[in-house]
């Protein structure tokens, strides 16, 4: 399970990455830009898809998309200036929480390896 969760916070990096890399590709202009951010985008899915085999994909995909949305908003704000009003803040409070809860709520199944071994 740790090896999924390891997945999931490379997809979300990725994801991160690519996505924040359209910003830069809009102010400069340049095709090679839009290579890297579908390669990013690529090996975001890939990733979750490799999560997605231990982790219930409802389960994975609000959380890559959750705190996905989250890190992207921060760097909106770190690195490009945005300006967040309060309803935008507790929206993301609101979502942050959302990703808590989902993530605490997920079953842990024995796999069929570990109950033929019992």
């Known amino acids: ?3 999924a969760r ?3 916070l490379l997809a979300i990096a990725a994801e991160v990455a690519g996505t924040s890399t ?3 590709i809009s102010s400069e202009g340049s095709h090679w830009g839009y290579w ?3 390669g990013l985008i690529c090996i975001s899915y890939f990733f979750l898809s490799l999560a997605a085999k231990k982790i219930a994909i409802g389960v ?3 959380v890559w998309e959750g705190l996905g949305i989250a890190l992207i908003t921060l760097v909106s704000v770190f690195v490009f ?3 967040l009003n309060t309803q935008q803040l507790i929206g993301l409070a609101m979502a942050t929480v959302g990703i808590v809860l989902v993530t605490l709520g997920e079953e842990h ?3 069929l390896a570990s ?3 019992a």
């Open 115 to 117: 109950k033929a071994s």
């Open 60 to 62: 994975a995909y609000a």
């Open 6 to 8: 390891i997945f999931l």
């Open 36 to 38: 890297v951010m579908y």
């Open 109 to 111: 199944k024995p796999s």
């Open 81 to 83: 200036d945005a300006q």
């Open 1 to 3: 399970m740790w090896l």
């Open 22 to 24: 359209m910003s830069l």
